[in-house]
């Protein structure tokens, strides 16, 4: 019962919910970049919406299934094949043992999520499975997948088997994901601690401007171009919180966007902090690509992740009944 | 003390008492940080705490779905300004006197002589004044188990480097500011090297990883090239 990786991809992770509760140790939390993706592809499976997933970027890698497994693609599309057949994304697929899968090119967003149904055998660090690459912990060996490393499933509880024959089987329904990522629309901020640091001109070309995420963004964080923001006052910060979502100014008047691989402590002014229901969005948003940024409220950002949460609950319900019931008649 | 509750957009909020490197202070943090830390508020995920504030990460979702009716900022800040109240010890006394050996050899050490140099101080003296003190770690942060220890002596004051270094080995003991840290793991970093100990400051297979713990006292005993060596851990 295993994923046999045949040629490794740019960078590909095993990534859950991210790891909580060792901050005051310097512990980063590291994670899915697009939780959504992550959730969506494992109730596709019928796994729990924080079970371990794969993370892949493009190039991606190229495995072979030891295994029968039911799979779902979510996320970036980076058009899978599965012997040389083409794989939908957000549906559950049925694949027999011997299947190689391929990605053969990116289409759309950065990172595409794989989860196999009953999730990867693994065993938690301090509470997580998500690979600290920094710690070279959790996941996989701590450490990016590899040539030749065979990743264990577990059985999948669900029970369910592929027909004979056919290699691969696409179950009949698949999800719109959509509503999540909006085209064009502005990723949204809350006013940092330091927010006030910048001079009001500064401030206002926050929002009016089309930022571009350079090539110097990865897992940590993105570097923005755009405009130069100034600080009316200029004061050395002793370290203190930063997290995923933080917008930190940088001396040279660049801001940064700290993403999930980022530190728990930092010393430059905290300008910003993204919402949590537009990090995904802002996850499958690569080096060259362009956005703007927007003000909101507090009570906006817990609307948003509200419905956020709402609508993947809804989702999970849909996928587990759809699951059931095929497997009702499958009897 | 007075204090000032900022969130961290709708992921945390941030307690700061001030902009400051302040071992009372930081006892605040430390003894508010112990006391959450037992209480474990429902929906709390993490506690941050750093020189001068502590900042709670919370778990806006799970709030959301469990108290509909409470605004999870305003809730956290409700709960944590009742809390404070109740910290009136700030004589922070859980830390624990760590003694960690240094080799401040040559080998080790590529920016000794030039701390030396430009405070018009033998080499000797630098690593007499380095060793000679006790010092606080306020924080860990920047990377697992990595200490922010303080204050050195004012002779040994440096800024970190312009260009940060692309590897620093685990285990480099450096200066930046009138703080020293240690390099737990090899990384890329801009502190002023003056010496490395062979202690794994951060071992994920250590049923507790990080050595150190924010409000322990540190000593650094100056070992030999030879001592080090036969003190490296096994990889």
């Given at each position: ?170 179950l009949p329904w ?144 849909g996928?587990a009944l759809k699951l059931s019931m095929m497997l009702t008649t499958q009897? | ?235």
């Amino acid at each position: 019962m295993s994923l046999h990786i045949l040629k490794s991809g740019l960078l590909d992770t095993i990534q859950d919910e991210g790891r909580y509760g060792f901050g005051h140790l310097g512990v980063n939390r590291s994670g899915a970049m697009d939780r959504v993706g992550m959730a969506v592809a494992n109730f596709l499976v019928g796994n729990a919406v924080g079970e371990a997933v794969l993370e892949m970027h493009f190039p991606a890698p190229e495995i072979r299934l030891e295994a029968p497994v039911l799979l779902a693609l979510a996320g970036a599309n980076f058009t899978a094949e599965a012997d040389s057949v083409s794989v939908p994304l957000h549906t559950p697929v049925l694949l027999q043992a011997g299947v190689s899968i391929k990605f053969q090119k990116k289409r759309a967003g950065t990172r595409c999520y794989l989860a196999a149904g009953g999730g990867f055998a693994l065993d938690a660090w301090l509470g997580s499975c998500s690979t600290n690459l920094v710690a070279g912990a959790g996941g996989w060996k701590g450490r990016a997948l590899r040539a030749g490393d065979m990743l264990a499933l577990r059985q999948n509880t669900l029970g369910v088997q592929p027909g004979s024959g056919e290699k691969m089987q696409c179950l009949p329904w698949s999800v719109n994901v959509s509503d999540f990522y909006p085209a064009n629309q502005p990723i949204r901020f809350c006013p940092g601690p330091e927010y006030t640091w910048l001079d009001t001109d500064s401030q206002s070309s926050l929002a009016k401007t089309a930022w571009q995420i350079t090539a110097q963004s990865n897992r940590m964080g993105y570097r923005l171009k755009g405009a130069n923001l100034q600080q009316e006052r200029v004061t050395e910060l002793v370290s203190s919180v930063v997290a995923p979502g933080t917008i930190q100014l940088l001396p040279n008047g660049q801001p940064i966007v700290l993403m999930t691989d980022c530190q728990t402590t930092g010393g430059y002014p905290r300008i910003g902090q993204i919402i949590q229901a537009d990090l995904p969005r802002l996850a499958q948003l690569g080096a060259g690509q362009a956005f703007s940024l927007q003000a909101v409220s507090l009570e906006t950002a817990f609307a948003a992740l509200q419905e956020q949460t709402q609508i993947l609950r809804r989702m999970k319900t849909g996928c587990a009944l759809k699951l059931s019931m095929m497997l009702t008649t499958q009897r | 003390m007075t204090y000032q509750i900022q969130p961290l957009g709708d992921q945390g909020l941030c307690i700061s008492w001030g902009n400051t490197i302040d071992m009372r202070v930081n006892s605040l943090v430390l003894a508010l940080n112990d006391h959450l830390l037992q209480l474990q508020l429902p929906g709390m995920l993490d506690l941050i705490p750093a020189y001068s504030s502590l900042s709670i990460l919370f778990d806006a979702r799970r709030m959301l779905r469990e108290f509909p009716q409470q605004q999870p900022y305003d809730y956290m800040c409700k709960r944590v300004a009742l809390e404070i109240q109740k910290i009136t010890e700030v004589n922070y006394s859980e830390g624990r006197l760590v003694e960690i050996p240094v080799c401040y050899d040559q080998s080790m050490a590529p920016d000794l002589e030039r701390i030396a140099r430009q405070n018009k101080l033998d080499p000797a003296e630098i690593i007499r004044l380095h060793s000679s003190r006790t010092y606080r770690v306020y924080m860990l942060g920047f990377l697992p188990g990595f200490p922010y220890m303080g204050a050195v002596d004012d002779r040994l004051a440096t800024p970190r480097l312009a260009s940060p270094r692309q590897l620093v080995p685990a285990g480099s003991v450096g200066i930046a500011g009138s703080q020293t840290g240690i390099y737990p793991l090899d990384a890329p970093g801009g502190w002023n090297l003056i010496g490395r100990t062979p202690l794994r400051l951060f071992d994920p297979n250590r049923a507790e990883p990080a050595l150190l713990r924010p409000g322990d006292q540190i000593r650094f005993t100056p070992i030999s090239l030879a001592a080090f060596q036969k003190n490296i851990p096994a990889p």
